[in-house]
């Protein structure tokens, strides 16, 4: 199901933005005059004229497949953000394989059948740009031991991808979000929990991020003028990551 089955030129697709980091990205987007696709497993509450949503379940592979080939029929894609997530929280004591089959589909499997929708459309920019969310949790996180496994596996499939697609003018990056006060994060770490505190108490900068603080960093890495970096990962973690990433 969509809102609307007109064609947009030089649109970008965002999974996920009908609120939190994803409608961050996508307003931003739209600030700058942008086309906007988004498609997520719910309708937004928001509207704008150049903003074009999708219903999907991108947990499921043929609700992902049909919705994918929809958007790439009646639009000329030229940017893709994966931004659609979620935590199940949970440890290796506590997971299940339906958790596991879950966020795999979701973290995993949407973003390949998504790039592969929407490759031949990237191609034909010339200048075609993909950003995957992942997380500050790819570098370990207690309690997240699928959501910190798949993170960690959309930076691996970002460097291939990257290899991959640099000749065809298509560069691929990863955002590592930390803390941002999203209703994603306060569902997962409730106000209040020790382990809630802990977060607050590792942010360098002294506050916690917002959404529009990924949003930047989106903007930069999708910017047509930033083609020499690719295969790159940001964290936006207000330095949560200091002592644990990679230099």
Not at 134 to 141: E, P, V
Request: charged letters at 15%; proline letters at 4%; glycine letters at 10%.
């Amino acid at each position: 199901m969509s809102t609307m089955a007109a064609l947009l030129p030089d649109a970008t697709v965002v999974t996920g933005a009908s609120s939190g980091i994803g409608r961050a990205i996508a307003e931003a987007l739209l600030a700058l005059g942008k086309n906007v696709v988004n498609l997520d497993y719910v309708l937004p509450d928001w509207r704008h004229p150049q903003l074009v949503s999708y219903q999907a379940d991108l947990t499921k592979e043929a609700s992902t497949r049909e919705r994918a080939a929809e958007i790439a029929a009646r639009h000329q894609v030229t940017a893709l953000v994966n931004n659609a997530g979620a935590t199940r929280p949970g440890s290796i004591d506590t997971a299940t394989m339906q958790t596991l089959d879950d966020v795999v589909g979701l973290h995993l499997r949407a973003v390949i059948l998504l790039t592969q929708a929407f490759l031949p459309s990237l191609r034909a920019c010339g200048h075609g740009r993909i950003v995957n969310m992942s997380s500050r949790a790819a570098l370990g996180k207690v309690d997240r031991i699928v959501y910190s496994a798949t993170k960690a596996g959309m930076i691996g499939m970002t460097r291939t991808l990257a290899m991959e697609l640099g000749r065809d003018g298509i560069t691929v990056n990863a955002i590592g979000p930390g803390p941002i006060a999203t209703e994603l994060f306060r569902k997962s770490n409730p106000e209040g929990a020790p382990q809630t505190q802990r977060i607050l108490d590792g942010i360098v900068v002294g506050r916690m991020g917002t959404a529009q603080d990924v949003a930047r960093a989106a903007m930069f890495f999708l910017s047509p003028d930033n083609g020499f970096v690719t295969g790159q990962v940001l964290y936006v973690c207000g330095g949560t990551t200091l002592g644990t990433a990679p230099v």
